[in-house]
């Protein structure tokens, strides 16, 4: 029997290359998405790539009304929710939205689906829950801790609003996936991130610098207790990523609360990523290095052994993969999805 699994921000770039895969594992995929920051092209691109459309919805998790719609008329078994705000120095300038977007949409979520006898969730949390002080590489074991952003803190309250929820109803089944540092694109070149506006994380932001769309790149901070001064974060390719909740998915049959971290293990400072990548795009990238952004750390990276022992899951695309995808993406989409 065909699962059908509801994807919430199944437009967006990781919520998309994750459509991609379930698609292809046989799955049957509603996807939910306000588009405040994807794109409709981005849908049909997942059906050129797959031979096989979603079903889509445009609407908001935090519709209530539309929820119940959405789960009287497909038969879900079971939701990846990957809705919500994602820029950490947008978070530290707009708290309020992040908060309502990221906790009350969840909050909304859960509540429809507790109503509709849906207890099956993953959700797309961070490693920026492990907090400032935690002791780096990141293992699961460690408590949340002080969270340096809204949006750290807001995925750290969802975390705990879904601890206690399973708590209290020990039949949900719960994943939480804390993601690392995304990059990448499909090889395919039809899928890859397509921020609006100035682009909060590096790789687009490098990308559309190479390609000219931006005339050079920021990059906050040279002076950190780092090996160059630059940030050191664990980049892992978005279909690795992606496969992540694939085989997260198994998980769902057993009841209880699951925490997985999904990285590489490997750190990489922001200047190598900037010099690897002049590399791939065969050209300088113009750069200046400013002050530090709020809300970020120096380095962290993860120790995923858990996600492989108890999933059999392994990032394995290299650094160059990563890069090249991002780089035929940029190239092939010089302007994004918008045509």
């Given at each position: 029997m065909?699962?059908?699994?509801?994807?919430t921000g199944?437009?967006?770039?990781?919520?998309?290359?994750?459509?991609?895969?379930?698609?292809t594992?046989?799955?049957?995929?509603?996807?939910?998405d306000?588009l405040?920051n994807a794109?409709q092209?981005?849908l049909e691109?997942?059906?050129?790539?797959?031979g096989?459309?979603?079903?889509?919805?445009?609407?908001?998790?935090?519709?209530?009304?539309?929820?119940?719609?959405?789960?009287?008329?497909?038969n879900?078994d079971?939701?990846?929710?990957?809705?919500?705000?994602?820029?950490?120095?947008?978070?530290?300038?707009q708290?309020?939205?992040?908060?309502?977007?990221?906790v009350?949409?969840?909050?909304?979520?859960?509540?429809?689906?507790?109503?509709?006898g849906?207890?099956?969730?993953?959700?797309?949390?961070?490693?920026?829950?492990?907090?400032?002080d935690?002791?780096i590489?990141y293992?699961?074991?460690?408590?949340?801790?002080?969270?340096?952003?809204?949006y750290?803190?807001s995925?750290?309250?969802?975390?705990q609003?879904?601890?206690d929820?399973q708590?209290?109803?020990?039949?949900?089944?719960?994943?939480?996936l804390?993601y690392f540092?995304?990059?990448?694109?499909?090889?395919?070149?039809?899928?890859?991130?397509?921020p609006?506006?100035?682009?909060?994380?590096?790789?687009?932001?490098?990308?559309?610098?190479?390609?000219?769309?931006?005339?050079?790149?920021?990059?906050?901070?040279?002076?950190?207790?780092?090996?160059?001064?630059?940030?050191?974060?664990?980049?892992?390719?978005?279909?690795?990523?992606?496969?992540?909740?694939l085989?997260?998915?198994?998980?769902?049959?057993?009841?209880?609360?699951h925490?997985?971290?999904?990285?590489?293990g490997?750190?990489?400072s922001?200047?190598?990523?900037v010099?690897?990548?002049?590399?791939?795009?065969?050209?300088?990238?113009?750069?200046?290095i400013?002050?530090?952004?709020?809300?970020?750390?120096?380095?962290?990276?993860?120790?995923?052994?858990?996600?492989?022992?108890?999933?059999?899951?392994?990032?394995?695309r290299?650094?160059?993969?990563m890069?090249?995808d991002t780089?035929?993406w940029?190239?092939?989409n010089p302007?994004g999805f918008?045509?």
């Amino acid at each position: 029997m065909t699962d059908t699994v509801l994807v919430t921000g199944g437009a967006g770039y990781i919520g998309s290359h994750t459509t991609v895969e379930l698609l292809t594992a046989g799955h049957d995929v509603v996807v939910l998405d306000n588009l405040c920051n994807a794109s409709q092209v981005a849908l049909e691109r997942i059906e050129q790539i797959t031979g096989k459309a979603p079903h889509f919805i445009q609407g908001d998790v935090r519709d209530a009304a539309l929820l119940d719609q959405v789960f009287s008329q497909y038969n879900i078994d079971a939701v990846l929710h990957f809705a919500g705000l994602k820029a950490v120095g947008e978070s530290v300038q707009q708290p309020l939205r992040y908060y309502e977007n990221n906790v009350y949409g969840s909050l909304v979520l859960c509540q429809a689906m507790a109503k509709a006898g849906v207890r099956k969730l993953i959700f797309s949390s961070s490693a920026t829950v492990y907090g400032e002080d935690a002791s780096i590489p990141y293992v699961e074991t460690q408590p949340r801790g002080k969270t340096s952003n809204p949006y750290g803190t807001s995925k750290a309250m969802v975390e705990q609003l879904l601890t206690d929820l399973q708590i209290a109803d020990p039949q949900w089944s719960i994943v939480l996936l804390r993601y690392f540092n995304p990059i990448g694109a499909h090889e395919s070149g039809l899928l890859g991130e397509d921020p609006q506006g100035i682009p909060n994380n590096l790789l687009p932001y490098i990308a559309q610098v190479a390609i000219g769309r931006l005339a050079e790149l920021s990059i906050y901070g040279g002076d950190y207790p780092t090996q160059d001064g630059s940030c050191e974060r664990d980049y892992l390719h978005v279909v690795d990523l992606a496969l992540g909740h694939l085989q997260s998915m198994q998980k769902l049959t057993t009841p209880g609360l699951h925490i997985y971290n999904l990285g590489t293990g490997q750190p990489v400072s922001v200047l190598t990523m900037v010099k690897a990548f002049e590399k791939v795009a065969q050209k300088p990238l113009p750069y200046r290095i400013t002050a530090r952004r709020a809300g970020d750390l120096p380095a962290f990276w993860a120790n995923a052994d858990k996600a492989q022992q108890e999933l059999g899951w392994k990032a394995t695309r290299p650094l160059d993969a990563m890069l090249e995808d991002t780089w035929r993406w940029q190239t092939q989409n010089p302007q994004g999805f918008s045509k």
